[in-house]
């Protein structure tokens, strides 16, 4: 079993992440944090909160940073609404984050650990930076760092750049530099898991409770891509991170040397990937190239399954 720390800003995408990672026979969630990204981190810890509340799994959330490391607060209110998570009416809370802030929890937790912890961040990456930077030693106890992050084509925030890395670009530069085994999956393979209305649809007939949180999610989720991108499916970014732990078959990878570009006005955040090696650079990271599409939404229809069914009044 894959001991993880999944560090997100739910986000509609990263609500899909944290249903697979907290019932997957696979991976043992140890915690999950948040950071301000597609939503300000009041809103992001509050939703990581609810979620776990609806689908009744107890595994505690430790709220980060409230903005970047250098640069202006970015949001993403266009795709994921005023509450990072439109569309779900959740019932009043009762779980909250815990009193301790995220960055000493991740150092305390890697430090403590055996050097066994995967850490997963599907938004900006300013927590884990921020780790780095306050105890360099936890770096040698990161087992590997699986981000959803970044694209060696095009970008979705700017032609350059994709959201999470342009949203604090200097906190990837961090990590992508911090001499641990880095898998990204960035949108050259996102964008092939659309989550189509035969797909909502498929996800509807499970009829457990977290099929329904993820068909409330996708209805709207899919709606303000069509709207802002011109998608008829939304797609299903940050739980294809989770998804390739559950299935390391999952993805295929190309090892590349990435650099994130810092200095442009028109390309910061770009993930700059030396796809065919000519720089003959050291590889820095393994570049998810492909995925297996109808293996992704098996494995979230397995995953919703595994909740407790519905109950109807």
Not at 68 to 85: F, N, S, Y
Not at 266 to 279: A, E, H, I, K, V
């Amino acid at each position: 079993m894959e001991r993880i720390i999944l560090d997100c800003d739910p986000g509609h995408d990263d609500a899909v992440a944290i249903m697979l990672a907290a019932n997957s026979p696979q991976l043992e969630l140890l915690a999950v944090t948040t950071v301000a990204g597609n939503q300000t981190l009041e809103n992001t810890r509050r939703n990581a909160c609810n979620v776990l509340q609806w689908l009744g799994r107890d595994v505690p959330v430790y709220a980060g940073c409230d903005r970047p490391l250098v640069r202006a607060q970015q949001i993403a209110a266009d795709i994921h609404g005023k509450t990072g998570l439109d569309g779900p009416v959740f019932p009043p809370r009762t779980k909250f984050p815990e009193a301790e802030h995220a960055v000493p929890f991740i150092i305390r937790t890697l430090m403590a650990s055996d050097g066994d912890i995967t850490m997963v961040t599907t938004g900006p990456m300013t927590n884990l930076a921020m780790a780095l930077r306050l105890e360099p030693r936890i770096a040698e106890k990161i087992r590997r760092i699986v981000l959803m992050g970044g694209s060696y084509q095009n970008g979705n925030v700017t032609p350059a750049a994709e959201f999470n890395i342009y949203a604090d670009a200097e906190a990837a530069h961090i990590c992508f530099t911090a001499g641990r085994p880095i898998t990204m999956v960035g949108l050259d393979v996102t964008r092939k898991v659309l989550c189509y209305s035969a797909v909502v649809d498929r996800m509807e007939r499970i009829g457990t409770r977290a099929s329904r949180l993820f068909v409330e999610l996708m209805r709207f989720f899919c709606q303000t891509q069509k709207e802002v991108y011109g998608m008829e499916g939304g797609p299903l970014h940050d739980p294809l991170t989770i998804a390739s732990l559950i299935d390391p078959t999952l993805l295929t990878t190309k090892p590349m040397n990435v650099r994130v570009e810092l200095r442009s006005s028109d390309s910061y955040g770009r993930t700059n990937c030396d796809y065919y090696g000519y720089l003959g650079l050291p590889v820095t990271a393994d570049v998810a190239v492909d995925v297996n599409v109808p293996r992704f939404w098996d494995i979230v229809e397995e995953c919703l399954r595994r909740y407790e069914p519905e109950v109807t009044p």
